[in-house]
């Protein structure tokens, strides 16, 4: 009996009538059914708002950081019960191996961001404060604050695992509950997927959704708090994007659109080269890895006129090497498209294409897949194309055929060759393959402006490239024009896009309140106690030392220079630096940092254990021989990252502000100390 896929709503697992049948990709058999019963949104969005919104905001950035490096790994540790259910899709294991450990990858990746670049708490002082009035009582900054808000993620059905999680990842870190609903033709991969991370016990009540089937009146229910994202064709971006209520709403709206993706193969590269072959590898690859069925795939490979039969020849004979099949057999290279209707869909954009094309490679070159009852499955030949006149013939710029499917077209020039690029109205990523930096130089920033990624990619590159269609966790996934617009990943930046960036004004101490974060000209906190006294529990955000004078000497600026080695002419050579700007010898900006730190460090052992780091370091004005330089020392800012050191004891990390000033009260250097502060244990 074919079991039923289950959407999970409210709390539960909901649906038991068969629906659609969902047959296999490698021989037509039937894996799973959707459910027939209707589900209701307005269920759905309730419970993620009552219910998964609390839970969410009670845990903090590094604790949902926390969270999604333990889901992470709870995926890997049952990663094969998700390959058995890859294999249905036509994925081959390297296939699965993208999507499945690409996916518990990204979690791993933004547990990292989460860690290392987002403070405790619910709020991210974003920055920079700005002087508002002329004596320091009125400031301005920025702030990113949880939206308070259901995200929808609505998926293509290439990735069922890494679709969901790369963008679950970055919306659980952000604190907002969200409502995946996959494409239907391989949720079965999804829903397996969903069911491992609710067992896992690390997903809050209410934090995850699952639809099975279509979204009914989901998109209707959304309110402004709630943000919409999309992957898939561009037709249903452009449909979606326009949905009455997410207009009305102003419900922001991303879309990553499949895209007429393009490698360039440089002027300066010819067949005898390293970067010919990696070329030609790389176009294969696009061309096979997930048979095709890819955003990020190369669809038009522009190669120099002169070079066009080579590489058609060299592509050719790649192609014919790769066994086509399914999955579960050792010896295959390349699966089956996801679905029937994903390969009728293909053949005829091939038909579109090949009205002014020739077939270079295809079914006519030995197509024949291995397995048993393969006869039934959805796949399709290896297909290139060449088109000689691509200015001639728009359908190569315009059709995409979302399979294992590229087309070659020459070009005369390197303009020429960006012009063709350009006429893809928008892609996610290009490639640029040279040996020479000057046409990377050239060429990349008339290529930027059409394209969401590029790389550039000669022989050191290829060591180590993840190539041409792999996004990266901490580099922009998107692109403009037909790529959608808009922008998935890229670290931090992906946080940001569910979080509210608020500008805040007041007095510094009102809005160092409000940031969480000491801002200069705020009320301080002084006390007997040095600050390097206070474990990290006990530290105030504020708490502030104002250190003793010291006179800088001749003395100074010798003995600094030779242990240094130091001998730069402004810190010597009275008669140079006496027709400098500062028309004196001053003192080494390293010095003054070593003498401020003299100053303010407490020398006893306590909860201070280590000094990792100097930010926004300035030195503002000069220092001479002569001039007495004082320091205050303030708490700024604490994040707890949850961690213990090698003897147990738990550790925050403190950043304290620094403002050195001379005798006349001028600032003459600035920066941020990065502490690491022992917990009481």
Known sequence: MTPVLQSYIGGRWFGHDAAATLA????????AATHAEAIDFGEALAHARAVGLPALLAL???????????????????????????????ATRNDGW?????????????????????????????????????????????????????VVHINAFNFPVWGLLEKFAPSFLAGMPCIAKPATATSYLTAACVRLMLDSGLVPAGALQLVIGGTGDLLERLEESDVVTFTGSAETAARLRTHPNIVRRSIPFNAEADSLNCAILAPDVQPEDEEFDLFVKEVAREITVKAGQKCTAIRRAIV?????????????????????????????????????????????????????????????????????GVAEGAFFPPTLLLCRDPARHPAVHDVEAFGPVSTLMPYGDLDEALALAARGRGSLVGTLVTKTPAIAAQAIPVAAAHHGRLLVLDRVAAAESTGHGSPLPLLKHGGPGRAG??????????VEHYLQRTAVQGSPTMVSAVAGEYIRGAALIETELHPFRRHFEDLRIGESLLTHRRTVSEADIVLFGGISGDYFYMHFDEIAARSSTFGKRIAHGYFV????????????????????????????????VG??????????????????GADGVGQGVVAWDVAVTNQDGELVASYDILTLVAKRG
């Open 60 to 90: 903090d950035f590094q604790q949902r950081a926390e969270r999604l490096k333990a889901l992470a790994r709870y995926l890997i540790e049952h990663k094969e019960q998700l390959y058995a259910v890859s294999a249905h899709t036509g």
């Open 304 to 372: 120099p006129r002169d070079r066009i039969d080579a590489v058609a020849a060299r592509l050719r004979e790649r192609l014919s090497k790769v066994v086509v099949g399914d999955p579960a057999l050792e010896k295959v290279r390349m699966g089956a498209l996801a679905s029937h209707a994903q390969r009728a869909d293909v053949a005829a954009r091939v038909a579109e294409l090949a009205a002014g094309s020739e077939i270079v490679f295809g079914a006519a070159d030995g197509f024949a897949p291995q397995g048993e």
């Open 24 to 31: 296999s990709a490698v021989n037509g058999r039937p894996v």
């Open 98 to 150: 993208v999507d499945i450990e690409g996916g518990s990858g990204t979690l791993f990746a933004y547990a990292g961001v989460g860690s290392s670049e987002l403070p405790s708490g619910n709020l991210v002082h974003e920055g920079p404060v700005l002087p508002l009035g002329k004596k320091g009582g009125f400031v301005g900054t920025h702030i990113l604050v949880p939206r308070r808000g259901v």
């Open 627 to 644: 001039d007495t330089i004082l320091a205050r020392l303030t708490c700024k800012r604490k994040i707890d990252r949850r961690r213990k």
């Open 593 to 624: 940092l070593s003498a401020a730190a003299g100053l303010f460090v407490s020398p006893a052992p306590g909860p201070v254990l280590a000094n990792y780091g100097l930010d926004t370091l300035r030195f503002v004005k000069p220092v001479g």
């Open 485 to 494: 617009g808009g922008e998935e990943l890229g670290g931090v930046r992906a």
